[in-house]
């Protein structure tokens, strides 16, 4: 017969122990302890467990270890979801067995997104729709405002995660969508829906069912306050990809980022534009992040930056104004608030351009976050320009790192930036003068203009 006993589980790494503490040993959070009530099953007789073979000569159906040349996945190619953005974020689309989870803001475009793809995989798979929070009716309504007829969409609203998984076992589609595992329960174990138990024991559930009979399978996560998916973070390791969608809620357009992907890159970003049809796809995301951009004010200036294999130009907006206040102030939105403070630093002590007695304030236009080092030099042009009160040129366009000593370091893929940068109709690069050597003569239409420091650069304005 099965025992049980309370336990305490972090809720932030999933650490157990036997009474309450107040900090995490094991990821040092506090006040994230839970408490849960764990069921120890009666052992079997015979002390092996169902199954397993404790030799090869008892007879038993065991696993065998195969030779890495030995396993074939020739016929096995990836889905495509009919969506070229989600499918370069997922690495070239679905794979077979794969556990994938999809998280975001309340109302961001998850279950949107993909109900949207059920249109196109039904086409050739059978779908599975799994909900706990809805209706079928409800996703009935939703699936026709957002054109989805396909008959080979299957609902189910349910909650007990044993039932999906017995449903799946009998009805083998060919993916499984389940929105959400927050709201998934295995109703012998006695914590409520969402705590850290539940979800770990229902995520490993269906992670043996997909790995099982190859069926890939969608979770929808949760959030909480922090951003972070709601739940342990063994859940994120469990799992094969794991896919965030960003922006803001005042905003149209959407960014669908991969923070772990076992079958691809994690650079790779998707964009979108949500209306009242549902999303669609951005195919030029550089055209829509520089429409309205002001036309001879001082403070702004063009980033080429990479996401992935994809170049993208950014405006960047910087506002230098005079400050009431005995310490000035700083705010940095898109842009890490650390990188600002030290390229001001730089800026003062390497280039003579005076911020400290002024508010200064950054901002990345369509909600973008750039986090690489080649948006350094389009960051410290806009902040030049305000201060100045300049208007840098409408065709210009800038990257470069920008290093303590002030000099401007190389960055790579110069070239596809470069061609991104002519391809809108931009006519002059800011850019290292190693990069800019590099490329002499391969990049017509677009004057190159190479700095090895920031004073250069800002003469270059």
């Given at each position: 017969?099965?025992?049980?006993?309370?336990?305490?589980?972090?809720?932030?790494?999933?650490?157990?122990?036997?009474?309450?503490?107040?900090?995490?040993?094991?990821?040092?959070?506090?006040?994230?302890?839970?408490?849960?009530?764990?069921?120890?099953?009666?052992?079997?007789?015979?002390?092996?467990?169902?199954?397993?073979?404790?030799?090869?000569?008892?007879?038993?159906?065991?696993?065998?270890?195969?030779?890495?040349?030995?396993?074939?996945?020739?016929?096995?190619?990836?889905?495509?979801?009919?969506?070229?953005?989600?499918?370069?974020?997922?690495?070239?689309?679905?794979?077979?067995?794969?556990?994938?989870?999809?998280?975001?803001?309340?109302?961001?475009?998850?279950?949107?997104?993909?109900?949207?793809?059920?249109?196109?995989i039904g086409k050739e798979l059978s779908i599975l729709y799994v909900s706990g929070e809805e209706s079928a009716r409800q996703i009935k309504l939703r699936?026709?405002?957002?054109?989805?007829?396909?008959?080979?969409?299957?609902?189910?609203?349910?909650?007990?995660?044993?039932?999906?998984?017995?449903?799946?076992?009998?009805?083998?589609?060919?993916?499984?969508?389940?929105?959400?595992?927050?709201?998934?329960?295995?109703?012998?174990?006695?914590?409520?829906?969402?705590?850290?138990?539940?979800?770990?024991?229902?995520?490993?559930?269906?992670?043996?069912?997909?790995?099982?009979?190859?069926?890939?399978?969608?979770?929808?996560?949760?959030?909480?306050?922090?951003?972070?998916?709601?739940?342990?973070?063994?859940?994120?390791?469990?799992?094969?990809?794991?896919?965030?969608?960003?922006?803001?809620?005042?905003?149209?357009?959407?960014?669908?980022?991969?923070?772990?992907?076992?079958?691809?890159?994690?650079?790779?970003?998707?964009?979108?534009?949500?209306?009242?049809?549902?999303?669609?796809?951005?195919?030029?995301?550089?055209?829509?992040?520089?429409?309205?951009?002001?036309?001879?004010?001082?403070?702004?200036?063009?980033?080429?930056?990479?996401?992935?294999?994809?170049?993208?130009?950014?405006?960047?907006?910087?506002?230098?104004?005079?400050?009431?206040?005995?310490?000035?102030?700083?705010?940095?939105?898109?842009?890490?608030?650390?990188?600002?403070?030290?390229?001001?630093?730089?800026?003062?002590?390497?280039?003579?351009?005076?911020?400290?007695?002024?508010?200064?304030?950054?901002?990345?236009?369509?909600?973008?976050?750039?986090?690489?080092?080649?948006?350094?030099?389009?960051?410290?042009?806009s902040l030049i320009s305000s201060l100045r009160d300049t208007p840098v040129s409408q065709g210009v366009v800038a990257f470069g790192e920008i290093g303590?000593?002030?000099?401007?370091r190389a960055v790579n893929h110069a070239e596809t930036r470069v061609r991104e940068a002519a391809r809108l109709g931009l006519t002059r690069c800011i850019?290292?003068?190693?990069?800019?050597?590099?490329?002499?003569?391969?990049?017509?239409?677009?004057?190159?203009?190479?700095?090895?420091?920031?004073?250069?650069?800002?003469?270059?304005?």
């Amino acid at each position: 017969m099965a025992k049980t006993k309370s336990i305490y589980v972090c809720a932030s790494c999933g650490y157990e122990t036997g009474k309450w503490l107040g900090k995490c040993p094991s990821c040092s959070e506090w006040n994230t302890f839970e408490e849960a009530v764990k069921q120890e099953e009666a052992p079997r007789a015979g002390g092996s467990p169902q199954g397993r073979s404790v030799s090869a000569a008892s007879g038993s159906v065991y696993s065998k270890p195969r030779r890495l040349s030995e396993i074939d996945t020739t016929n096995d190619p990836r889905y495509l979801t009919g969506m070229k953005e989600l499918d370069r974020v997922l690495g070239g689309g679905i794979v077979k067995g794969s556990l994938m989870l999809l998280g975001g803001d309340p109302g961001i475009g998850k279950s949107t997104l993909l109900l949207q793809i059920c249109q196109h995989i039904g086409k050739e798979l059978s779908i599975l729709y799994v909900s706990g929070e809805e209706s079928a009716r409800q996703i009935k309504l939703r699936a026709e405002r957002l054109g989805v007829s396909t008959e080979s969409l299957m609902v189910l609203s349910e909650n007990d995660c044993l039932t999906v998984v017995e449903v799946i076992r009998d009805t083998n589609p060919g993916l499984v969508i389940i929105d959400s595992i927050q709201t998934m329960v295995i109703n012998e174990l006695s914590s409520s829906p969402g705590s850290v138990v539940q979800v770990r024991e229902c995520t490993n559930a269906l992670m043996r069912a997909a790995k099982g009979m190859e069926i890939p399978i969608f979770l929808v996560g949760h959030v909480n306050k922090d951003g972070a998916i709601a739940g342990p973070k063994v859940l994120e390791h469990i799992v094969d990809a794991v896919l965030y969608f960003e922006g803001e809620r005042n905003l149209s357009y959407r960014i669908l980022r991969a923070v772990k992907n076992r079958y691809g890159s994690t650079n790779e970003i998707g964009v979108f534009d949500m209306d009242a049809d549902g999303l669609h796809e951005v195919e030029n995301p550089s055209l829509m992040l520089l429409s309205g951009r002001p036309i001879n004010v001082s403070g702004t200036c063009v980033a080429s930056i990479m996401e992935g294999t994809r170049p993208l130009l950014a405006e960047v907006q910087g506002l230098a104004a005079t400050t009431s206040f005995g310490t000035p102030r700083r705010m940095a939105t898109g842009f890490d608030y650390n990188r600002m403070a030290l390229l001001l630093a730089v800026l003062e002590k390497r280039a003579g351009f005076f911020f400290s007695g002024m508010d200064t304030y950054i901002n990345v236009i369509g909600g973008l976050k750039l986090d690489e080092p080649a948006a350094d030099l389009p960051v410290a042009l806009s902040l030049i320009s305000s201060l100045r009160d300049t208007p840098v040129s409408q065709g210009v366009v800038a990257f470069g790192e920008i290093g303590l000593a002030g000099e401007i370091r190389a960055v790579n893929h110069a070239e596809t930036r470069v061609r991104e940068a002519a391809r809108l109709g931009l006519t002059r690069c800011i850019l290292p003068r190693t990069n800019a050597e590099a490329l002499k003569g391969r990049c017509a239409g677009i004057e190159l203009i190479g700095v090895r420091n920031v004073r250069e650069a800002a003469e270059a304005l």
